[in-house]
């Protein structure tokens, strides 16, 4: 079993950047493919980023594409999710999760372990 936390969040003005980073415990992360979601207050929980085991494929809802890098340092156990040009549609508490092997999905209901989440906030 892997425990995930979350940390890096904070408030941002708009157009800011911030990033996010996942630590993994109790089991190496680089049998995971990892996943970024969100969740914002009276919204369903979304996808916003994912990477393989490798780290070789990724994949980004079209809402975070070209602003949202997801990455991963296997040595370090940590995932990162770097946010730039945040705009206040970005506020929201941001999870990472992990599912057994390289396929990485789009819907929360295949990933099997999940961080507490860190807020984000961004300001106009």
């Known amino acids: 079993q892997v425990q995930l936390v979350e940390s890096g969040g904070g408030l941002v003005q708009a157009g800011g950047s911030l990033r996010l980073s996942c630590a993994a415990s109790g089991r190496t992360l680089s049998s995971y493919a990892m996943g970024w979601f969100r969740q914002a207050p009276g919204k369903e929980r979304e996808f916003a980023a994912a990477?393989?085991?490798?780290?070789?494929?990724?994949d980004y809802a079209d809402s975070v594409k070209g602003r949202f890098t997801i990455s991963r340092d296997n040595a370090k156990n940590t995932v990162y999710l770097q946010m730039n040009s945040l705009k206040p549609e970005d506020t929201a508490v941001y999870y990472c999760a992990a599912r057994p092997g390289d396929a990485y999905y789009r819907r929360s209901v295949y990933y099997d372990y999940w961080g507490r989440g860190t807020q984000v906030t961004v300001s106009s």
């Open positions: 990477i393989s085991r490798s780290g070789n494929s990724l």
